[in-house]
């Protein structure tokens, strides 16, 4: 199989050849720690978790570095309307990110390097620009010459003229021309500030990103990822100033852009006002739902924000978990088939799985195409029924291969945490099987006994820690139910 991703820069799918195989250096940009974060940064960084994921599914090992932009003029002025220091800004909302991250089931970062720790590393390739001529100093400004960088544009696919026009440039009588972007910035009374040799005063937005992601990963990355809306001038600018001090080795081979969320037909952004939090969404919907929500779009189309649309994802969630109870339901209560000879509804169900296994694996391959890989998916999980609902002795074969497909599923698109315990800790899951299993018999014995305030009571509890138990003419099967929240 090979893995092809749509690469910003050249505009066309690519296929997937890292510098140095299996190593995947992997850079995604971080947020600026000013304020909660919303839906839109979690688009992004659920996207990039899942690419990871898939990454090292595949056998690459994937050095990954999110950085944490925790100086710069939002901070600022966050912390002048509270009263308190940047410093504290940051903190704060630094701690509240790495919350958010963890509940979104998001993997963390091998590091998360922070601008304030890297003064120094900065100040010294500011130096070596202006050393190599790409770089001058104003009045202790220090700007990029974008003029002298003959390749500038050439990700956001414009020409310096076409930029001018629309471009979001600070204006500046100290320029020599308008899109020349700050590499350092003079201080102004009362901001954070360190000792340079142009003068006191703090980095630039744009060099953060180069220079922290050269210190871990190198001079060339292999994938550099964001949102849409740092392609111009973020992106951009990162490429001129790196492969400037570089001596134009390409700084990264694969630039990956997520599309923007939309409500009600504007970007989501906190500047609108029509932002929702991370944490809003969490006391609503659990994590999986907002993952599924998410990668029920392709990762570089724009999605529509609804509450109504987290719910039908959640719903939506709710029926793949129900085929994967059934057939752990099956697996554990069914008198099951163990023959080798496939035939009639045991043959159907192997063609299938088969072909809702390729189908998904090529929707990943092709710039990790989630929309069409939940879909294979759902294909699967409407087979299986079928299938249990009419096979009077299931296959434990094909339904073991069935579950360990969705487990698969799980660990790429990181859902279906309760039935990978027993994939991944299996003495723990045994533990629980043995324990509820234990527990279902006593309140077995309680209805032969006809005390059924104790074999209600039983059923309650153990409704309320999400397992539900369903009495046939034989036997109590037992489940355990994913409990979403709902809108």
């Given at each position: 199989?090979?893995?092809?991703?749509?690469?910003t820069l050249s505009r066309t799918k690519e296929i997937f050849e890292p510098f140095d195989p299996p190593t995947v250096k992997m850079y995604v940009c971080g947020p600026t720690v000013y304020d909660l974060s919303?839906?839109?940064?979690?688009?992004?960084?659920?996207?990039?978790?899942?690419?990871?994921?898939?990454?090292?599914?595949?056998?690459?090992?994937?050095?990954?570095?999110?950085?944490?932009?925790?100086?710069?003029?939002?901070?600022?002025?966050?912390?002048?309307?509270?009263?308190?220091?940047?410093?504290?800004?940051?903190?704060?909302?630094?701690?509240?990110?790495?919350?958010?991250?963890?509940?979104?089931?998001?993997?963390?970062?091998?590091?998360?390097?922070?601008?304030?720790?890297?003064?120094?590393?900065?100040?010294?390739?500011?130096?070596?620009?202006?050393?190599?001529?790409?770089?001058?100093?104003?009045?202790?400004?220090?700007?990029?010459?974008?003029?002298?960088?003959?390749?500038?544009?050439?990700?956001?696919?414009?020409?310096?003229?076409?930029?001018?026009?629309?471009?979001?440039?600070?204006?500046?009588?100290?320029?020599?021309?308008?899109?020349?972007?700050?590499?350092?910035?003079?201080?102004?009374?009362?901001?954070?500030s360190w000792n340079s040799p142009w003068g006191p005063g703090r980095p630039g937005w744009h060099i953060e990103c180069s220079v922290m992601s050269m210190r871990y990963l190198g001079e060339q990355l292999d994938?550099?990822?964001?949102?849409?809306?740092?392609?111009?001038?973020?992106?951009?600018?990162?490429?001129?100033?790196?492969?400037?001090?570089?001596?134009?080795?390409?700084?990264?081979?694969?630039?990956?852009?997520?599309?923007?969320?939309?409500?009600?037909?504007?970007?989501?952004?906190?500047?609108?006002?029509?932002?929702?939090?991370?944490?809003?969404?969490?006391?609503?919907?659990?994590?999986?739902?907002?993952?599924f929500f998410v990668l029920s779009t392709h990762y570089r189309s724009p999605v529509d924000f609804t509450w109504e649309r987290v719910e039908q994802a959640s719903s939506s969630l709710e029926r793949l978990y129900?085929?994967?109870?059934?057939?752990?339901?099956?697996?554990?209560?069914?008198?099951?088939?163990?023959?080798?000879?496939?035939?009639?509804?045991?043959?159907?169900?192997?063609?299938?799985?088969?072909?809702?296994?390729?189908?998904?694996?090529?929707?990943?391959?092709?710039?990790?195409?989630?929309?069409?890989?939940?879909?294979?998916?759902?294909?699967?999980?409407?087979?299986?029924?079928?299938?249990?609902?009419?096979?009077?002795?299931?296959?434990?074969?094909?339904?073991?291969?069935?579950?360990?497909?969705?487990?698969?599923?799980?660990?790429?698109?990181?859902?279906?945490?309760?039935?990978?315990?027993?994939?991944?800790?299996?003495?723990?899951?045994?533990?629980?099987?043995?324990?509820?299993?234990?527990?279902?018999?006593?309140?077995?014995?309680?209805?032969?006994?006809?005390?059924?305030?104790?074999?209600?009571?039983?059923?309650?509890?153990?409704?309320?820690?999400?397992?539900?138990?369903?009495?046939?003419?034989?036997?109590?099967?037992?489940?355990?139910?994913?409990?979403?929240?709902?809108?």
């Amino acid at each position: 199989m090979t893995l092809k991703i749509y690469n910003t820069l050249s505009r066309t799918k690519e296929i997937f050849e890292p510098f140095d195989p299996p190593t995947v250096k992997m850079y995604v940009c971080g947020p600026t720690v000013y304020d909660l974060s919303h839906l839109g940064h979690a688009r992004t960084y659920i996207a990039f978790d899942i690419i990871r994921r898939y990454l090292e599914f595949l056998g690459y090992s994937v050095i990954y570095v999110v950085n944490i932009t925790d100086v710069e003029d939002k901070i600022i002025r966050r912390a002048r309307e509270r009263g308190v220091s940047p410093f504290e800004i940051a903190e704060e909302y630094t701690k509240e990110y790495f919350n958010d991250i963890e509940a979104l089931k998001i993997k963390k970062a091998d590091i998360n390097p922070r601008v304030t720790e890297h003064i120094e590393d900065i100040i010294e390739v500011v130096q070596g620009l202006i050393n190599k001529g790409y770089a001058y100093v104003a009045d202790g400004d220090v700007y990029f010459d974008v003029l002298k960088f003959s390749d500038y544009g050439k990700l956001s696919h414009q020409s310096l003229e076409e930029l001018k026009a629309g471009a979001r440039v600070d204006i500046s009588e100290k320029k020599k021309h308008p899109a020349d972007f700050a590499l350092w910035k003079k201080s102004k009374e009362g901001e954070p500030s360190w000792n340079s040799p142009w003068g006191p005063g703090r980095p630039g937005w744009h060099i953060e990103c180069s220079v922290m992601s050269m210190r871990y990963l190198g001079e060339q990355l292999d994938i550099h990822g964001g949102g849409q809306d740092l392609i111009f001038p973020h992106h951009e600018n990162e490429i001129a100033q790196s492969e400037a001090y570089t001596g134009k080795k390409p700084f990264a081979k694969y630039w990956m852009h997520t599309g923007l969320v939309m409500v009600r037909g504007e970007r989501m952004g906190k500047s609108l006002g029509n932002f929702v939090t991370i944490k809003e969404l969490l006391e609503k919907f659990d994590a999986e739902a907002i993952r599924f929500f998410v990668l029920s779009t392709h990762y570089r189309s724009p999605v529509d924000f609804t509450w109504e649309r987290v719910e039908q994802a959640s719903s939506s969630l709710e029926r793949l978990y129900n085929t994967i109870e059934n057939i752990e339901v099956a697996l554990r209560e069914s008198d099951i088939n163990y023959a080798y000879r496939l035939e009639g509804l045991d043959l159907e169900l192997y063609q299938n799985l088969i072909r809702s296994e390729k189908k998904f694996f090529d929707a990943m391959n092709d710039d990790f195409n989630t929309p069409v890989a939940v879909s294979a998916l759902f294909e699967m999980s409407s087979n299986v029924n079928n299938y249990l609902k009419n096979s009077n002795k299931p296959n434990a074969a094909l339904l073991s291969r069935a579950f360990n497909f969705f487990m698969d599923a799980g660990e790429i698109f990181g859902l279906f945490y309760r039935f990978r315990i027993k994939r991944e800790d299996k003495e723990e899951y045994n533990l629980l099987e043995k324990l509820v299993t234990l527990i279902v018999d006593i309140r077995n014995e309680a209805r032969k006994r006809k005390d059924w305030e104790t074999a209600d009571k039983i059923r309650e509890q153990l409704k309320e820690l999400g397992i539900f138990l369903e009495d046939t003419k034989d036997k109590t099967i037992w489940k355990i139910k994913r409990r979403p929240t709902s809108h």
